[in-house]
């Protein structure tokens, strides 16, 4: 129907659009695209409509001007929602476990999935890289000939991947009650007993080892989150006949996880019975001690360490800034609600770090000020003001913040920034070392820009976060539904607003980001990024899904692993 209209009036219309409009009414048919490429007087207004520097651009040609707007559309995710479409890895008719397969990434910065699958007793360890999925290793589960098991959290940390799981004792007369994982859930309850499994996944091509650890003490709770770092975890319990009674744990193991002291200590008693078999390999289980020690914990009867009664138990768990400290969400928080200092465990007489509440008051508005619950910075900046004998630093972090107001009960979700000059010497020594995470110890943040069209999700899943590797990709994943917005977080930091067009920006001069939305045939209960800042991956109850967020990338349903064999410990 445009394309009837005398060129004037087809200029004024493609003139008056916003760029997004603008280009898909450009690529509807070939006159439309013809006039809109070579409209020079359309290009420069619609370039002034789009974030980046416009200096010197109308000295360009035409076909420049043209050509720098599809390069600025493409990099701010106009139209993605129409070219962005989710590739489903086969997984070969299982189906992924959404509460207990887990995302992770590496030290650097490569994405690994460990699946566990609804009906089947192991859990894989899987690559995702370039649009693939590469099956590294597969982790049975130990004491299948006892019983059944059912995985229930997964996590992967440097040294290992952890398994938490539920074991229930076959009711058989002729079982062998005396063997120590038998013999522990059959003095449990009926919902059977809770063990967590370590895999020394470095080392499996050598000296394979599982260890396998018992919770006796918490018979009666069940296991709601679970956290992995290093030697120690921490799990978030929950009594099964008092909901009001609940408490977080922490967990030290000995730290070792050596091939060959785990050669030398299972030979003897049920540890030599309890081998699993894989293949041509035989793994041993090695029955380990964990040394716990209660945090904090609520009951009817009060609350320790800043406990809150009525926000109920620590549904998720995440270890921060190296494993100093524990972040704890409650119920569907977005962010986490309230974090606790852990570097040094206490003995059972020492008092315990409190629980703090993550909540820093920040001027949203020149006669607004909002609580906002602040994320780890995903971005910052680092600068000496000496070159040559570094006296002070100068480090600014950029992070997520999202706030509710108390009274009209609207939510927004900002970027935030926080600053500090340390001198060098406290700076971390030579070479400036970076630690995100220690970025949100700072207070005093200020808006740098507005997420705009952000909906927290009102279900009791929450939502998701992402952010890319580089700061230039924000997704968060709301049931069905994932925003993505494109930034240039170098710009934001550094205030630099002008970037941004004045159609951008607020009534107090930050920009307000406009996000591509993407809807998805599942719920989306984990995100994350890849190494690329175009690839991210999501785990639904549909499978697990790619996105490319670049164009000409077509939706597919893929083969699983690209591995001809599958490795097993």
């Known amino acids: 129907m445009l394309g009837i209209l ?35 007087d359309v290009l420069l207004h619609q370039l002034s409509q789009t974030p980046g520097w416009n200096d010197g651009i109308s000295e360009r040609s035409t076909r420049e001007l043209f050509q720098l707007i599809l390069e600025r559309a493409h990099a701010e995710l106009f139209g993605a929602e129409f070219y962005i479409k989710p590739k489903i ?24 999935a460990l699946l566990a699958y609804h009906g089947h007793e192991f859990v894989d360890l899987c690559g995702v890289q370039d649009g693939n999925l590469n099956l590294r290793k597969r982790m049975p589960l130990p004491g299948k000939q006892y019983g059944e098991t059912e995985i229930l959290q997964t996590s992967l940390s440097p040294n290992g991947a952890w398994v938490l799981h539920r074991f229930k004792p ?17 003095s449990c309850n009926a919902q059977g007993s809770f063990f967590l499994a370590w895999y020394d996944v470095n080392n499996w091509d050598q000296v394979p080892c599982i260890r ?16 992995a770092d290093g030697s120690k975890f921490a799990i978030s319990w929950q009594h099964l006949q008092r909901p009001n009674d609940h408490q977080v744990v922490l967990y030290s193991t000995d730290g070792r996880h050596n091939p060959q002291d785990a050669v030398s200590g299972w030979v003897s008693g ?19 001690v964990c040394q716990p020690c ?5 009951s009817i009867y009060g609350c320790t360490n800043g406990m809150d009664l009525e926000k109920g138990p620590v549904r998720r768990l995440a270890f921060n800034d190296r494993g100093h400290q524990l972040l704890y969400h409650h119920g569907s928080q977005t962010l986490y609600g309230s974090f606790q200092s852990i570097q040094i465990l206490p003995s059972p007489s020492e008092p315990r770090a409190t629980m703090r509440a993550n909540a820093d008051i920040v001027r949203f508005q020149e006669s607004l000020s909002l609580s906002f619950s602040i994320g780890i910075p995903f971005f910052g900046t680092h600068e000496s003001t000496d070159p040559f004998l570094r ?47 220690r970025g949100r110890r700072l207070e005093h ?4 820009a507005q997420l705009g069209g952000f909906q927290e999700a009102t279900t009791s899943h929450g939502s998701v976060i992402a952010t890319s590797r580089r700061g230039t990709r924000v997704a968060v994943a709301s049931w069905k539904t994932i925003s993505i917005w494109a930034l240039e977080p170098d710009m934001l930091i550094e205030e630099e607003f002008s970037y941004y067009p004045e159609s951008w920006q607020s009534s107090d001069s930050y920009p307000v980001l406009r996000p591509a939305i993407i809807q998805l045939e599942g719920v989306c209960s984990q995100l994350m990024f890849t190494k690329k800042e175009d690839e991210l991956v999501a785990i639904t109850d549909r499978g697990l899904v790619y996105f490319h967020l670049w164009p000409s990338h077509a939706g597919m349903v893929t083969g699983g692993s690209d591995s001809d064999t599958t490795e097993e410990l």
């Open 294 to 298: 209660i945090i904090n914990e609520a």
């Open 270 to 288: 049920y540890e030599a019975a309890a081998g699993v078999f894989s293949g041509a390999k035989r793994v041993p289980v090695i029955e380990s």
């Open 89 to 112: 890895f086969d997984l070969e008719g299982k189906r992924i476990d959404t509460r207990a397969s887990s995302l992770h990434a590496t030290s650097s910065h490569h994405l690994q």
């Open 391 to 437: 006296n002070v630093c100068h480090w600014q972090y950029l992070s997520i913040g999202i706030a509710t107001h108390r009274v009209q009960h609207w939510t927004v979700a900002c970027l935030l920034k926080s600053e500090s000059r340390p001198s060098s010497i406290r700076c971390g020594g030579a070479g400036h070392p970076w630690n995100l995470e």
């Open 170 to 186: 076959f009711v058989d007369k002729d079982l062998d009650t005396k063997h120590p994982w038998v013999k522990q859930a059959l």
């Open 212 to 227: 396998l650890y018992g919770f006796v003490e918490q018979n009666g709770y069940e296991p709601l989150a679970f956290a």
């Open 6 to 40: 005398p060129t004037e009036v087809i200029q004024l219309v493609l003139r008056t659009c916003d760029t997004p409009t603008f280009l898909q009414a450009a690529f509807s048919c070939r006159a439309l695209l013809e006039i809109a490429s070579s409209s020079r």
């Open 445 to 448: 943040w200020h808006v740098m």
